[in-house]
């Protein structure tokens, strides 16, 4: 499944309200929302969602963050999808993140920062299964 990627929108931005204007970005950019949820991540689902990042000293802590509230998880259809989504959410650290970008916009820390979004098209597809079952995914 090419030209797809994985988002969602993290507690941070949920608390905040954000994912009305998120979602508004997204599809502004041209990408179509092919799978969407609202849901909140068990501290289990989040430890096996990030396991990649198992060893580094963040772990923890991103964890009980993504756990902390409700996230939107979406599947995004468009062409170069992963790369083109990169570059709309902008660099992990909003610090370092470009102008009109969506973490420069909603994003607080590097921790913290609104929005994921996959880093190959083999992620994407790990990723959004991890969520959306093959009749969820239009
Ligand atoms: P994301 O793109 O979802 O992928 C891994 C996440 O780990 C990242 O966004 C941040 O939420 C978090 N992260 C990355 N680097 C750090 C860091 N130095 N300190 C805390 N959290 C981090």
């Known amino acids: 499944m090419t030209n797809r ?8 931005a ?12 997204i599809n502004d950019a041209g990408f ?6 609202m849901t909140q991540l068990s501290t289990e689902k989040a430890g096996q969602f990030y ?6 000293p963040f772990y923890g802590e991103l964890v009980s963050f993504m756990s902390r ?3 939107t998880a ?5 062409e170069n999808a992963v790369e083109d989504f990169r570059k709309l ?10 102008a009109g970008t969506i973490r420069k916009l909603y994003a607080a820390s590097i921790g913290e920062n609104a929005v994921h979004g996959s880093d190959s098209d083999e992620n994407a597809a ?11 995914q239009f």
């Not at 396991?51 to 580094?56: L, P, S, W």
């Not at 650290?93 to 470009?98: I, L």
Request: charged fraction near 30%.
């Open 5 to 12: 990627t994985f988002t969602m929108i993290k507690p941070d």
């Open 14 to 25: 949920t608390e905040k309200g954000y994912t009305g204007g998120i979602l508004k970005m």
């Open 32 to 37: 179509r929302i092919v799978a969407m949820k």
């Open 51 to 56: 396991e990649v990042h198992k060893e580094r």
């Open 69 to 71: 509230g409700p996230i």
């Open 74 to 78: 979406a599947i995004l259809e468009k």
């Open 89 to 98: 959410i902008g660099a992990t650290n909003p610090a370092q993140a470009e």
């Open 126 to 136: 790990i990723e959004g299964d991890f969520f959306f079952s093959r009749l969820e």
